[in-house]
């Protein structure tokens, strides 16, 4: 068998490899010799049939069966021979000339890269950091009163939080458009669920009076076709309401699982699992800055091959997540980016713990499950569940495993803590 290697664009290799002519056809010529005792054609008794004609009938299958055979087998030999490590499926292309004696093909694929990692030593990181107070515990109690609020109508002009009862008809140059109708909508002022001016339109209308408001769609409108067009809505206003919060009472507190009206067990429940949620939140920041600093410091090509791949295991994450079908079609281009950071961050992340030689501790995988359990109302059960199957416990120990990087990555960089608040781990876009 001779092997020859070329390569191509980036990380692709064309590997070219010559079979020993003698070693198919003895192959062939066996093969069709223990087809020629069962064979049957017309006018001949079972396995009877002359060799030329079994060799004119089944030739070509039996060839083909012999070339695909031998494909198999010596791919992986040549892949050794050359020090190869394919990141995907090969694209194979025979070259047979069956008169010339010539078994030939050529295997077209892309190679993991070579990852050489840059020393850490002298690069700095910000790692955030944030004490809970009881501040951030009256804020998110604010929250879910907020969240079970009441409306009451009042006779008064609407203000800002007040919720409105409207019915609306829109048009763009005079003509109607579809979407831009409603009937008896309910509609809070200031939540932001219209286009900007829509609301503010509405601050100082009673309940009866009929409103003209004059807006302009966003230039990044999700409807392509009324993006930055002016609009005219004709808004009938039915009834104002105001609202009304509920009082952190025994009342209150039964309707999140405190049966006996506990208060103060409630707010230590509230601010047990705002603790937990700032831990996570903190890490997650933390493991985000170790990722970027590691993207930075250690450029890598991926395989376009493990991109591919990436992409469809995201688009059916994606599509569990929202409960979608399979044939539901979501464009590739939309995953393409974190497809190939989550490829790259997967090729260091992978030299790092083999030159580290990193294990998943143990006792920081069982305490990872006993936290998650926590949160369900059998924790033991969860338990249970997790350690019944290997696979759900490799998931645990890999997630373990890219901590325990996070702790190598902090230990080799200048770290300087940055404090920030809940409010800005937990809302996006909040000050920090």
């Avoid at 590997?15 to 070693?23: D, G, R, T, Y």
């Avoid at 509230?270 to 920041?285: G, H, P, S």
């Avoid at 369900?376 to 890219?402: S, T, W």
Wanted: aromatic content about 6%; some cysteine; overall charge negative.
């Amino acid at each position: 068998m001779q092997v020859s290697v070329e390569s191509g664009e980036g990380l692709e290799r064309r590997v070219k490899v010559e079979l020993p002519s003698e070693q198919i056809t003895s192959a062939v010529d066996q093969r069709l010799q223990q087809l020629a005792r069962s064979a049957k054609l017309p006018g001949f008794r079972p396995g009877k049939v002359p060799m030329k004609l079994v060799r004119k009938r089944y030739g070509a299958q039996v060839l083909e069966e012999v070339f695909g055979e031998q494909v198999q087998s010596s791919f992986y030999e040549a892949l050794t021979q050359e020090s190869l490590r394919p990141a995907g499926q090969p694209e194979v292309e025979p070259e047979i000339d069956v008169e010339a004696g010539r078994f030939a093909y050529v295997a077209t694929f892309e190679v993991m890269p070579e990852v050489e990692l840059a020393a850490l030593e002298g690069r700095a990181l910000k790692r955030p950091v944030c004490e809970l107070a009881e501040t951030d515990l009256d804020a998110l109690i604010e929250r879910l009163r907020d969240q079970h609020k009441t409306w009451s109508p009042v006779e008064r002009a609407a203000a800002q939080g007040d919720q409105l009862t409207i019915s609306f008809a829109g048009t763009i140059d005079g003509e109607a458009f579809e979407g831009g109708s409603a009937a008896d909508v309910e509609l809070e002022l200031g939540s932001g669920r219209m286009i900007p001016g829509f609301e503010d339109g509405l601050v100082g209308a009673t309940a009866g009076e009929t409103r003209t408001v004059e807006v302009t769609f966003p230039e990044e409108y999700q409807v392509e076709a009324l993006a930055g067009k002016p609009a005219s809505f004709e808004i009938t206003v039915s009834q104002v309401a105001e609202p009304t919060l509920p009082e952190v009472d025994g009342e209150f507190v039964k309707r999140f699982g405190i049966e006996d009206g506990d208060v103060e067990r409630f707010k230590n429940d509230v601010r047990e699992n705002m603790a937990r949620e700032l831990k996570q939140r903190l890490e997650a920041r933390t493991k985000e800055a170790v990722m970027d600093l590691l993207m930075e410091a250690n450029p890598v090509e991926v395989p376009q091959a493990l991109v591919r791949d990436e992409i469809a295991s995201m688009q059916e994450e994606m599509r569990r997540s929202v409960g979608a079908q399979g044939e539901v079609q979501l464009p590739d281009a939309l995953f393409e980016e974190p497809a190939r950071r989550r490829v790259a961050l997967g090729l260091i992340i992978g030299e790092l713990v083999k030159q580290n030689e990193l294990k998943a501790d143990q006792d920081r995988v069982q305490a990872m499950l006993d936290e998650m359990a926590a949160t369900y109302e059998n924790p033991q059960a969860v338990i249970d569940y997790y350690k019944a199957e290997r696979g759900r416990m490799a998931a645990l120990e890999a997630a373990v495993l890219e901590s325990q990087v996070v702790d190598l990555v902090l230990g080799q960089v200048s770290v300087e803590d940055e404090e920030t608040s809940f409010e800005a781990l937990t809302n996006p876009g909040a000050a920090g």
